[in-house]
């Protein structure tokens, strides 16, 4: 039997080598033991932690294995705030960058040229070589902690080594690699769960997780590219130092970062990794610029956004060449016909592609498309990937043009056309299944009634069990109807085609309980959102509002007339002319009647008084690009508190267009073209008379201390990670 002492220093031994083997597999790539003598360690380290938890750690080598549950992600105001970077898509805007550098700076500049990683950045805290939290981005200025999540990443140190500083923040991105992404979709397809589209959605899902052994099975990574502490550059001078030096405490830090001094290298280096970045493990989707030296950092400072001594270079999206196999005609709720094109698949942007959107009638005659074509695919972040071009040359004589399909899909009704339009409908919309249950979708979708119990196929089941036929229908389900039913649907993969396996839906005591609570849950759901979810065409969320905010209540919409609907601020002819046309279907009448006696909201509520100042009463915001102090949903609930209002889309009834970082470009020309004012965040915080939410960008403490300039160290190109041999290291 061991003495209490001898526990606790088995316990700290234990830690230790765990900790380093971790290191040694997971960082360097060079195990040193075998992986059952490593679980054989941690098994005892876990046993000596229950028989004496008094020394049970939080950052042991046991926490990496998952088991804490965290019930809901506390927010927490991160110490400094969390910019981007600005972006730039082409050679010029690089050059750009580098020439005004120069011009600010008047000195020789090195730039540390990094990848981008594609995943979402995280602030990792530590406190005596602890790590005591780790943050996501949230807004940039409070994000969620994430911690006992972030815990299980083994690329994540809780444990640092050396010279650490007392108090300090890394920045990093966690990413998923494509293995853990292929297998983690695989898993999805088997259990009949909706896929991810990319691995930084999965990743952004898996850190949202309530279940960090769930998130420790999902196997993130992590590397780490910036560092954050009061006086950081009295320790050091560089960037490129700051960072290695966090490799040696147990970071991640990517080898592939090179120095450089001229143009011709940094577009070498991003040369290079347009080519060499499909040989990674893990999506990039770019190349980072960051001016080495933090004295001349300091020279550059920060726009309220992102820091002026970086740039983001991202790479155009990847395209490959395949055949078209076939073309599928897919109904949309409001009966719009998309023609999808089944290609034969490939390998595009680590995901195997098989389908295409080909949008309308007029792209297919624009290609000229036809079957057997070699066509040119390219993918952005979206699930569906687009054609962009035809190889004419290799058109197989006798080829077949594709032809658009007169009739819908799945009903069978002649389709039509609107005037002006390159869209085919089917009209029939009261009947046609794939619309029926489209609206019943986006129905009970999250920004319209969010009854999310009821999503998953259990829609479908419902529909063709003759349960329910419209979205009133939902509200005269009862348990008992519910409690039973199940049905085998088939499993669709990421590109929506079926899969060959089914997966059973059923609704068991919990299900059927949980169905029946959330539709009455849904019964206060306010009406601007129950006017969102009939699903009228042109009537998205901010519409809906935009309405409701002049006609407080259903039937003084139904009254209005379209000249009345139109004269709303932001609401056009088009959209009025959907509104007009919604209500006088009898159809949609006797729904809206059975919401009604069911209970819905269809007036607006008593209006909630804003205790701000009403500055804005009168003022049309069109809100666009991302915000330094605000998500987006946060600056638009600033401007209605302060009695603006918000709408989407600019006209010459908006007064003004409030422009965060990454504006569109074609916003912007519409907005000078109108003789619209365009404000910047300031502009609107000095309107509202706040400083609230501004907290300044960098605590002035945290620049301090700078004395010498850089000494022009230059680490070179580098490049080894876990696995590689030296010989691999030649150029990056
Ligand atoms: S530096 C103050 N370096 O890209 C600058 N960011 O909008 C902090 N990212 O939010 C960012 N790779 O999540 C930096 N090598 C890298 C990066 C990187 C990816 C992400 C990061 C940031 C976004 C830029």
Request: charged share 25%; glycine share 8%.
């Amino acid at each position: 039997m061991m003495t209490r002492e001898e526990a606790r220093e088995r316990i700290a031994a234990l830690s230790e080598e765990l900790e380093q083997h971790n290191y040694n597999y997971y960082i360097l790539a060079k195990p040193t033991i075998s992986d059952y003598e490593f679980d054989m360690m941690l098994e005892e380290l876990a046993r000596l932690e229950r028989e004496y938890p008094e020394y049970l750690s939080p950052s042991s080598p046991t926490q990496r294995v998952g088991g804490g549950i965290t019930k809901e992600f506390k927010s927490v105001q991160h110490r400094y705030p969390m910019l981007s970077l600005s972006n730039s898509y082409s050679k010029e805007d690089i050059e750009d960058f580098i020439t005004r550098i120069k011009k600010s700076v008047e000195d020789e500049v090195e730039f540390c040229c990094e990848l981008k990683f594609d995943g979402l950045s995280i602030s990792l805290q530590y406190e005596d070589g602890m790590l005591v939290r780790a943050v996501t981005r949230g807004d940039g200025m409070q994000g969620d902690d994430v911690t006992t999540n972030i815990k299980t990443i083994h690329t994540v140190p809780l444990k640092l080594h050396g010279d650490y500083p007392p108090f300090f923040e890394m920045r990093g991105e966690i990413v998923m690699p494509f293995e853990s992404f292929d297998k983690l979709n695989e898993q999805r397809v088997a259990a009949g769960d909706d896929l991810f589209a990319n691995p930084r959605n999965a990743a952004a899902g898996t850190l949202k997780l309530q279940d960090s052994k769930e998130v420790a099975r999902r196997r993130l990574d992590n590397y780490c590219y910036y560092m954050m502490m009061d006086g950081l550059e009295q320790r050091y001078q560089t960037h490129y130092e700051s960072l290695q030096a966090a490799k040696r405490w147990g970071f991640n830090v990517s080898n592939y970062m090179a120095i450089c001094k001229t143009i011709d290298e940094i577009f070498e280096f991003i040369d290079y990794w347009d080519v060499k970045r499909h040989e990674l493990p893990f999506a990039i989707d770019g190349i980072v610029l960051k001016v080495n030296s933090y004295e001349q950092q300091q020279i550059l400072g920060y726009t309220a956004k992102s820091p002026k001594w970086a740039i983001a270079y991202k790479f155009k999206a990847e395209e490959v060449e395949t055949e078209l196999l076939s073309v599928d005609f897919q109904v949309g709720r409001h009966g719009t016909i998309t023609p999808v094109a089944n290609l034969s698949p490939v390998l595009l942007a680590g995901t195997t592609v098989k389908r295409a959107t080909l949008n309308n009638e007029d792209f297919i005659k624009q290609f000229d498309l036809h079957y057997g074509d070699t066509v040119t695919v390219v993918k952005g972040g979206e699930i569906i990937p687009k054609i962009i071009g035809v190889n004419f040359d290799k058109r197989q004589p006798g080829a077949l043009p594709v032809e658009f399909t007169k009739v819908c899909p799945a009903c069978g009704t002649a389709l039509i056309q609107h005037e002006g339009e390159a869209a085919w409908y089917c009209p029939y919309a009261q009947a046609c299944p794939p619309q029926v249950k489209g609206r019943i979708e986006h129905f009970i979708s999250r920004k319209a009634m969010n009854i999310e119990s009821l999503g998953e196929g259990k829609i479908e089941l419902l529909y063709d069990e003759g349960l329910i036929k419209d979205v009133a229908d939902l509200y005269f389900l009862t348990y008992d109807k519910l409690f039973g039913l199940a049905k085998e649907i088939p499993i669709l993969d990421e590109n929506g085609i079926e899969t060959g396996k089914t997966r059973k839906v059923s609704f068991k005591e919990k299900t059927a309980q949980n169905i029946i609570d959330a539709l009455e849950k849904s019964k206060a759901v306010p009406f601007e959102r129950v006017l969102f979810a009939l699903g009228i065409r042109n009537v998205g969320e901010v519409v809906a509002k935009t309405i409701v905010s002049e006609y407080h209540d259903i039937d003084s919409i139904m009254n209005a007339s379209v000249e009345e609907l139109s004269a709303i601020n932001t609401v056009g002819e088009v959209i009025a002319q959907s509104v007009k046309a919604f209500f006088e279907n009898p159809i949609n009448l006797d729904i809206v009647e059975r919401l009604k006696a069911a209970g819905l909201q269809f007036a607006k509520a008593e209006a909630e008084a804003s205790d701000k100042p009403q500055v804005l009463a009168g003022k049309t915001f069109v809100v666009s690009g991302v915000f330094a102090h605000y998500s987006r949903d946060g600056i638009k609930a600033a401007i209605e508190a302060h009695g603006g209002k918000n709408a989407s889309s600019i006209s010459s009834k908006t007064s003004y267009v409030l422009a965060g970082e990454n504006m569109g470009p074609e916003k912007r020309k519409k907005a000078e073209s109108l003789g619209v004012p365009i404000i910047s965040e300031e502009d609107f915080e000095k309107m509202i008379g706040s400083e609230e939410g501004a907290p300044k960008i960098i605590p002035e403490n945290a620049l301090q201390g700078q004395n010498s300039s850089s000494p022009g160290q230059r680490p070179g190109f580098e490049g080894q990670r876990p696995g590689e041999t030296d010989e691999q290291l030649s150029l990056f």
